[in-house]
């Protein structure tokens, strides 16, 4: 069954580096998502991204944040500077159409920022 | 502004006993509503979504929600308990947009 995958599962870093999470969304999917999860609670959108542009970001994605597609299969979450308070587990989520279709995320990439 | 709503932080349940998570909602337009279970360092499975039509949906795992337009709200039940169904359970809504909006979980602990 396709899946979607994300690297790395787990990554440490110090306050004030850059950091690139990546993730590779099902095939034919043409919807991608960030979200992020702090301490297992709230699920927290990012981020869409939809024909090469973003289509919508939330107050949490600030101009620190960035996405791409480089390559037609990666999808990639950058975090220019991090902060203590972006120790978070980040999910890549993606979907097939808009609108009623489900969201299929990968299993996540733990940051933890010190 | 489209919002969830999970009441019940934690939901305890016995084996073989019948269960519901709660779930209401707040979207312009017509909702389309997910559940989602997440266990533990995992990330989110689809469990089943109402989009149209028939107000009980059914999905994996014997669970099904109910639609309710008037009380709008989408509760998740199951008739008979199962200790593996112990995980995180998100409700979701989006009004057609690319975004999708998770209620803060419910925590269902099925005990023996």
Redesign the interface.
Known sequence: EPE?TQTPSHQVTQMGQEVILRCVPISNHL?F?W?RQIL??????LV?F?NNEI??KSEIFDDQFSVERPDGSNFTLKIRSTKLEDSAMY?C?SRLG???G???????SRLTVL | AQSVAQPEDQVNVAEGNPLTVKCTYSVSGNP?L?W?VQY?N?????LL?Y?TGDNLVKGSYGFEAEFNKSQTSFHLKKPSALVSDSA?Y?CAV?G??????????TQLKVEL
């Open positions: 979607v919807y998502y979200y297992g609670q709230k699920v927290e959108f869409s939809y289509s919508e999910f989520a808009g609108g009623t489900e969201l299929f995320f990968g299993e996540g | 389309y997910f989602y533990p995992r990330g989110l499975q689809f979504k989009i995180l998100f989006t057609g947009g690319n975004k999708l909006t998770f209620g803060t979980g």
